[in-house]
């Protein structure tokens, strides 16, 4: 079978890419590397980064080309603007990647005859409801923009399926944590930040008092679903979970244990995680106080009902293992980087 991975540099797609090349399929990745690392495209037994092109899902001429030269089988489409404050600062990009650069994907998808296009969403869309665990049919609609974006994704995803008899299937991801998690951008996400912190023995700086509470998937786990899924007709959309959560400081407790460190971590006032994005305050309209505590300070449980019925799906990695295996490849990697003169 012959698939394309977007955003195939990224921690994600660069998993995915090694699962299907695993599998016996003939991968071909594409990234823009606006966010996307080679580091993600190198594993033990293969190195795909001279194989990645370099191209934005957004491009209208070289992309369409190479729907045409390749024939795609399945399309998975992992590219987008994940940083909820990247989106925040800039909506516009926000949309014109998360959502645009989707109907691109299916339009092209459609004019060539791709049978499954799979799509990463988000349980963020969830950001709004208050009765859990979460369901896939029923829920309020998102308020920020990153959540905003792809629940529009999704909505054209439906559209093409149901209009055209296409098979989209759009999987709703946890927060997703594995080896190749980004810990080095401006706001990595927290478990690749905390570890980074420990291993230089800083005192990391949370927000809120510590309690709020996510559900957690491994990225392992999450690939497992996504290779399954493109079996199903027509459109579908699908909870990635554990239907667990977890806490700020149950995590950094296991990984302070895991890594044999004891470091006491700093708890800020919430608005302190959007001190680096002061455009958001900029303006006639600055950004309500409350919508950023609210972010800061979700509660996130997916229920994982439907994968599991449909799908034959179980997530396998419990959360103690899945942080033994990143701070595993963390730690190498970082020391990796020390050794080269690049401290994070």
């Known amino acids: 079978m012959k698939v394309l991975v977007t955003g195939a540099a990224g921690f994600i797609g660069g998993q995915l890419c090694h699962a299907l090349w695993k599998r016996g399929d003939t991968v071909v990745g594409i990234d823009n590397f606006s966010y996307g690392n080679l580091d993600n495209l190198r594993f033990e037994d293969h190195d795909f980064g001279p194989d990645v092109l370099r191209m934005d899902i957004r491009d209208r001429e070289k992309l369409p080309e190479l729907f045409e030269k390749e024939r795609f089988d399945v399309v998975y489409n992992i590219a987008g603007i994940a940083p909820l404050p990247d989106c925040q600062s800039d909506p516009v990009e926000a949309v014109s990647v998360n959502t645009l650069g989707l109907v691109n994907l299916l ?3 459609r004019r060539h005859g791709v049978k499954h296009l799979v799509q990463a969403s988000t349980n963020a869309m969830y950001e709004n409801e208050t009765e859990f665990p979460t369901v896939e049919d029923k829920f309020n609609a998102p308020t920020l923009i ?10 054209f995803c439906r559209s093409f399926a149901e209009t055209y008899s296409m098979n989209v299937t759009c999987l709703r991801f946890a927060n997703v944590y594995g080896p190749h998690i ?3 951008r401006k706001q990595p996400p927290f ?7 420990l291993y230089y023995g800083r005192v990391p700086e949370f927000h809120s008092d510590g309690n709020q509470r996510r559900d957690y998937i491994y990225v392992d786990d999450l690939i497992d679903l996504a290779l399954r899924v493109t079996d199903r007709p027509g459109f579908d959309a699908v909870n990635v979970s554990s239907n667990q959560s977890y806490s700020v400081r149950e995590l950094y407790a296991t990984a302070s244990r895991l890594m044999g ?7 800020c006032e919430t608005s302190h995680y959007w001190a680096k994005y002061p455009e958001l305050y900029g303006g006639a309209y600055g950004i309500r106080p409350e919508i950023l505590d609210h972010e800061v300070n979700k509660f996130s449980l997916c229920d ?4 599991k ?3 034959g799906w179980t997530p396998q990695v419990s959360i103690e293992e899945g942080l033994a295996r990143v701070i595993e490849a963390e730690c190498a990697m970082l020391a990796a980087r020390d050794a080269a003169g690049a401290q994070a």
Not at 191 to 197: A, K, L, Q, S
Not at 261 to 267: C, E, Q, S, T, V
């Open 107 to 109: 339009e092209l998808c």
């Open 261 to 267: 460190k004891d470091i006491p971590a700093k708890y």
């Open 309 to 311: 019925e449909l799908y």
């Open 191 to 197: 478990v690749g930040y905390m570890i980074r912190e």
């Open 182 to 184: 980004d810990c080095l």
């Open 304 to 307: 994982n009902t439907h994968a």
């Open 146 to 155: 990153y959540p905003s974006t792809k629940y529009c994704a999704e909505q």
